[in-house]
Nanobody
Framework: QVQLVESGGGLVQPGGSLRLSCAAS????????IGWFRQAPGKEREGVSC??????????YYADSVKGRFTIIRDNAKSTVYLQMNSLNPEDTAVYYC???????????????????WGQGTQVTVSS
């Protein structure tokens, strides 16, 4: 059974950085798109970033709210996708989830319902 496990969340001060990891087990990431989503208390789930690959390129997407601050990185050899988060602010506080769906050669899906598999989430809290 496909399994995703997030890690790397925690408490960080405004302006700080965190790197989240999404480790996949029992399947290879080669032909999957991976998305990162977040949900803050009382708010709807928000798509943060996603990544997919084709034969010649890596396709990424970033929400406007994180563009220039977050970077999504995939390491197929380790079956892990990372979300490097810099210049964090209190509005980034949320539970962060990664999700996977079989996709190759197409832009990564940006909506949660388009994904088949989800991790359990990791809490990120940005506070002084």
């Amino acid at each position: 059974q496909v399994q995703l496990v997030e890690s790397g969340g925690g408490l960080v001060q405004p302006g700080g950085s965190l790197r989240l990891s999404c480790a996949a087990s029992r399947f290879s990431l080669d032909a999957y798109a991976i998305g990162w989503f977040r949900q803050a208390p009382g708010k709807e789930r928000e798509g943060v970033s996603c990544i997919s690959i084709s034969s010649s390129d890596t396709i990424t997407y970033y929400a406007d709210s994180v563009k220039g601050r977050f970077t999504i990185i995939r390491d197929n050899a380790k079956s892990t996708v990372y979300l490097q988060m810099n210049s964090l602010n209190p509005e980034d506080t949320a539970v962060y989830y990664c999700a996977a769906v079989p996709t190759y050669g197409s832009p990564c899906p940006r909506l949660g319902w388009e994904y088949d598999y989800w991790g359990q989430g990791t809490q990120v809290t940005v506070s002084s």
